[in-house]
């Protein structure tokens, strides 16, 4: 009877194994699917960013510019109420349908990574989200109209997408509220970053469309506009009035900020990040800098007109900026694969990194100062970008550990750098139309020139914060060190 009991035994624990071996089993296969299928949305979604960011930056006199209705040589020209109201429109109309282009492509590709583990039921939301991506792009590169009301329409874009968002949302909530208490345990979070989205979308609407309404002249709509004209004078007039009113603005736009990002931000503080998850976020931005990279290919094809500005003579020795660019490229290279070079520690990784994007930045910045010749300046930015981002996949293969805020400057810097090509390939098509309006704005600094200054001042920031952050750790390191010493002192 024992050995039967004891054989009954070990059955039953045996079957319990196999069960859960074969749960195991099941479940792993089960996530191998789901990252498969994961892993395919996100090269779709990828493939759609890259095709369409090529496409409208190649397509620009059109979909930028809006060549078709107005002349890309008054662009930025508001000195005359005819050409204010032509550039109005094609900026409105450029920066909701790009905004709502890049908006919906980035949330899309944030909810296939959440959503792994539950790919095949988020299937309905991501076509929906595609095709407004889709649908933003296609009226960007085919709408082109000079009626304001139709441009007006253009806001309602964003309904469906707010209501896309709103759905998804409290869909999600009531999945994850269990399986995920620390992210989804409380719903006023989510409650928040919905009134926010849907305050700022009725108040838009409400203000463009107040805007156009206001319109005495239809073709000068700004002009004595009294929706513009308090906005005008709120940053002209300088009064105490004024200077609270803006103030309070800037304040009821970062609330509103914040509360929209309040789930994000509640994902950062709840420190549900990982590393993989960032290094994710970074391949939208190298999308698209790999776009502007070939679509600056296109921009030194076109052709300058010599507005007398430069002096030919002397400037194209700052070409030279690409040769000390190759010798720092290679200086860090060797520091990061010779074995006697190489750096031991993340910290010491971060700081080399940053010491050498400050370096190759900066001087680019001296350059781009004391040099008016477009194409040198596009050369020199296009060549030290391409070094620049050499660099940083170097230095993300060899870093095995990043923190959020070293992976935050890292988008920063990203970002900073794309809109710097985009906004030096941009000045190569005013210039071809002898428009040079980036050359006369009312500053010590071309807008150029002002972009290479941004990316600098991040590049520095980052070295100091990497500095700082070697420091802290060695300060850590010598306290500990100092302690074990009297420890085994008061041992002995």
């Known amino acids: 009877m024992v050995d039967k009991s004891s054989r009954d035994e070990r059955h039953f624990q045996d079957k319990k194994l196999n069960t859960s071996l074969l749960t195991s089993y099941s479940s792993y296969v089960k996530n191998e699917k789901n990252n498969k299928w994961a892993f395919i949305y996100k090269i779709i979604l990828i493939l759609i960013f890259f095709s369409f960011s090529l496409t409208f930056m190649f397509l620009a006199d059109r979909t930028i510019f809006g060549e078709k209705l107005f002349k890309i040589d008054d662009f930025l020209q508001i000195y005359t109420p ?97 399986s995920d208490p620390i992210l989804y345990g409380r719903i006023w979070p989510t409650i928040v970053s919905l009134v926010a989205q849907f305050i700022i979308l009725v108040v838009s609407i409400i203000l463009v469309y107040m805007t156009v309404k206001a319109t005495i002249y239809p073709n000068a709509f700004l002009e004595n506009n009294i929706i513009f004209n308090f906005f005008k004078n709120l940053f002209v007039n300088k009064s105490a009035k004024n200077f609270v009113i803006v103030i309070s603005l800037a304040l009821l736009l970062g609330i509103l900020a914040i509360a929209v990002n309040i ?76 074995k006697k070079l190489q750096p031991n520690g993340a910290s010491i990784n971060s700081l080399i990194f940053s010491l050498f994007q400050m370096l190759l930045w900066v001087s680019l910045l001296v350059a781009g100062l004391h040099s008016n010749i477009q194409l040198v300046n596009a050369l020199n930015i296009f060549f030290i970008s391409v070094m620049s981002l050499t660099m940083l996949v170097v230095y993300l293969k060899k870093t095995n550990s990043i923190t959020i805020t070293e992976m935050i400057f890292l988008i920063t810097f990203l970002i900073a750098m794309v809109l710097s090509m985009f906004i030096f390939g941009i000045n190569q098509y005013l210039l071809s139309k002898s428009n040079n309006i980036f050359y006369i704005i009312n500053s010590s600094l071309y807008i150029t020139q002002i972009f290479l200054v941004l990316n600098v001042v991040i590049a520095v920031s980052f070295f100091m914060f990497s500095a700082i952050k070697l420091i802290v750790i060695l300060l850590k390191i010598s306290k500990t060190k100092e302690k074990l010493k009297e420890t085994t002192y008061e041992k002995k």
């Open 82 to 178: 005819t050409t204010l109201h032509t550039t109005a429109i094609a900026l409105y109309r450029f920066t909701l349908l790009i905004s709502v282009f890049v908006y919906s492509i980035t949330r899309n590709y944030l909810n296939v990574y959440f959503q792994k583990e539950l790919i095949k039921k988020y299937l309905p939301w991501y076509i929906l989200y595609a095709l407004i991506s889709m649908s933003s792009m296609f009226t960007l590169i085919f709408f082109l109209s000079n009626d304001l009301m139709q441009n007006f329409y253009l806001m309602f874009i964003c309904v469906p997408l707010f209501l896309l968002n709103l759905s998804y949302s409290l869909y999600i909530y009531f999945l994850k509220r269990k």
């Open 263 to 338: 789930t994000r931000i509640q994902f950062l503080l709840a420190k549900q990040y990982t590393y993989s998850f960032f290094k994710d976020q970074l391949v939208l931005v190298l999308t698209y800098l790999a776009a502007t990279f070939i679509w600056f290919i296109k921009v030194f094809t076109i052709k300058v007109v010599d507005l007398g500005i430069v002096n030919h003579k002397t400037e194209y020795f700052y070409l030279f900026e690409i040769l000390f660019g190759l010798i720092l490229t290679s200086l860090y290279l060797a520091i990061t694969f010779k």
